[in-house]
Nanobody, 119 residues
Framework: QVQLVESGGGLVQPGGSLRLSCAASGTIFSMYGMRWYRQAPGKQREWVATITSSGTKYVADSVRGRFTISRDNAKNTVYLQMDSLKPEDTAVYSC?????????????WGQGTQVTVSS
């Protein structure tokens, strides 16, 4: 069983920055790809960024140039650096660990952390 715990959310003014963290336990973290998703009130969950087990990064068009995903396998942690935040970035941000194997796709989710961008 994998446990994921997000932290770092909060209230920030437009144009500000936050760094989210997602700490994993109970597994060999380096084997897993990691993703960040977000869900705003009344909207569907939206993919934000991915970092694969080998370190390849992908980000959604809506956050490209403003958000950066990274990982520290020694600390079993994935990060989401969010800069130039906008009110439309307000959402609950959740991390996801995924592993593709011959037996199928395994997914684990954290509980989420609230990010509010408002003046």
């Amino acid at each position: 069983q994998v446990q994921l715990v997000e932290s770092g959310g909060g209230l920030v003014q437009p144009g500000g920055s936050l760094r989210l963290s997602c700490a994993a336990s109970g597994t060999i973290f380096s084997m897993y790809g990691m993703r960040w998703y977000r869900q705003a009130p009344g909207k569907q969950r939206e993919w934000v960024a991915t970092i694969t087990s080998s370190g390849t990064k992908y980000v959604a068009d809506s956050v490209r140039g403003r958000f950066t995903i990274s990982r520290d396998n020694a600390k079993n942690t994935v990060y989401l650096q969010m800069d130039s935040l906008k009110p439309e970035d307000t959402a609950v941000y959740s991390c996801n660990a995924y592993l593709t194997s011959p037996s199928g796709l395994t997914n684990y989710w954290g509980q989420g952390t609230q990010v509010t961008v408002s003046s």
